[in-house]
């Protein structure tokens, strides 16, 4: 049998490699560090987070994208079950020790019979022999290969601007002034670190924020609009002076344990690896130089000697506009032996780049075996967001989407009732989903 080619060994990559090896197909995994690095990656492990160590909430009655974690745990995601194999302590989140994550992922595929990894650039569009391709090469895709893609979908690239937060090293924090704290003592009830600032402790840190020295982009770089999801901090700050504290320095469900007092602002860090030993920024992507970081986020209470593992930083994100492009099993409507899937398709986050993977090989798998294709429902998180990247968004207006209960059809309301509200619209949604993705999922289904 020829196996199909994978081109880009990130989250989405990684996990339409093991959907295809796992449904007995040979894939070739391209991925073209180390012989092409980007801006954003440090090691040349498959997977490896560039940005967040979280997944975001792991509560699947509640939360879409903890809802989308559990169908692909169902679906026998690799991402998943690597991911909950390096959790670390975060509340309701699903956060991992980015280093043990990246090695099980490489682990995983290195040691599959099925697989092959080339370490090597696709610097053009796949030669026409690969009759089965899944593009995966996320938000950095090297210039050749974009390029050729943009020909090929005939009309301009679309791009934003994406951010990275520093990660300080936690004998740096000094904790005579910090405590550890989860909003209104979710999880644990202790697994963030908080900074309180008192009222002259905010508004000096947020005019030195503003004013601090920031990085500069390239001419053609200059209209390229930020994702309003992961918006660089001082870029909140220039919105409004209380932006940030209805944003990533909120301080509701948090008390001083050292005073008893309601700090005015608070900045939380969150374990980054397994040791305890880096915690990250949360919220605190950043545009600001490296000089200009240090200073301004040593204002921070309890950081004034912060020791920085890394420094925050910022990248350019690429999309295609996936309605125009792609049919409803994610190929290339002018190539169709070219999928595409990951950040690359116009999904936000990485559970989603993942699970649009996920797709990708699973209907490369069919494809390849002569089975039929059959899409998720769209009552499920992953119908849904495959629904509203491959047409259900506004071509026209299309930009990058994390998963929320906002794609998924209105759920049917008990007799009596005209609609279902709030949580009780949420869990009838989570249910509905799993009871159909269990449906889909069932040998019987597939035979039918």
Not at 67 to 77: A, N, Q, T, V
Not at 88 to 114: I, K, M, N, W, Y
Not at 253 to 271: E, M, Y
Not at 354 to 370: H, N, Q, Y
Request: aromatic letters at 8%.
């Amino acid at each position: 049998m020829e196996p199909v080619h994978v081109i880009g060994g990130g989250l989405a990559g990684s996990e339409a490699t093991w959907q295809l090896a796992s449904a007995g197909i040979p894939v070739v995994l391209h991925e073209m560090r180390p012989v092409r690095k980007t801006d954003a990656h440090h090691t040349e492990g498959l997977a490896e987070l560039v940005c967040s160590n979280s997944f975001r909430s792991d509560d699947a009655e509640y939360n879409a994208v903890g809802l989308l974690h559990e169908e692909m745990r169902r679906c026998g995601s690799l991402i998943l079950r690597c991911g909950d194999a390096a959790k670390l302590p975060a509340g309701g989140a699903l956060a991992v020790d980015r280093d043990a994550f990246s090695q099980r992922v490489t682990d995983a595929l290195e040691t599959h019979p099925l697989v092959t990894i080339r370490r090597e650039e696709i610097d053009g569009l796949p030669p026409e022999a690969w009759d089965s391709v899944i593009v995966a090469t996320g938000p950095l895709t090297s210039p050749a290969l974009s390029e050729a893609v943009r020909a090929l979908g005939g009309e301009e690239e679309l791009a934003f601007f994406d951010a990275i937060a520093p990660i300080v090293h936690r004998d740096s924090i000094d904790f005579d002034k910090v405590w550890f704290q989860s909003r209104y003592d979710k999880g644990d009830g202790k697994d963030y670190i908080n900074c309180p600032m008192t009222e002259d402790q905010y508004n000096a840190f947020l005019d030195a924020l503003i004013a601090g020295d920031k990085t500069q982009f390239h001419e053609w770089e200059k209209d390229t609009p930020y994702f309003e999801a992961c918006l660089p901090v001082e870029v909140m700050a220039e919105r409004g002076r209380e932006t940030l504290r209805y944003g990533p320095m909120k301080p509701v469900g948090l008390t001083n344990a050292h005073d008893g007092s309601r700090p005015h602002a608070v900045v939380q860090l969150r374990q980054d690896n397994a040791l305890g030993t880096l915690w990250n920024m949360v919220g605190f992507q950043t545009k600001l130089k490296y000089g200009a970081q240090g200073d301004v986020f040593r204002m921070i209470p309890g950081l004034e000697k912060a020791e920085f593992a890394r420094l925050g930083g910022i990248h350019r994100n690429t999309f295609i506009n996936s309605p125009r492009l792609l049919d409803g099993v994610l190929r290339m409507k002018s190539m169709p032996r070219l999928r595409f899937a990951g950040q690359v398709t116009g999904v936000e986050g990485y559970v989603e780049s993942a699970a649009v993977g996920l797709l990708a090989g699973r209907f490369a798998a069919a494809e390849r075996s002569g089975a039929t294709i059959r899409k998720p429902p769209a009552t499920t998180a992953l119908g849904a967001l495959l629904n509203h990247i491959t047409g259900g968004a506004d071509a026209d207006t299309f930009q990058p989407m994390n998963v929320n209960f906002g794609l998924f059809p209105p759920p049917e309301p008990p007799p009596g009732k005209k609609k279902i509200k709030g949580r009780d619209r949420k869990l009838a949604i989570s249910r509905r989903a799993m009871q159909d993705l269990e449906v889909w999922l069932s040998p019987q289904h597939a035979a039918a």
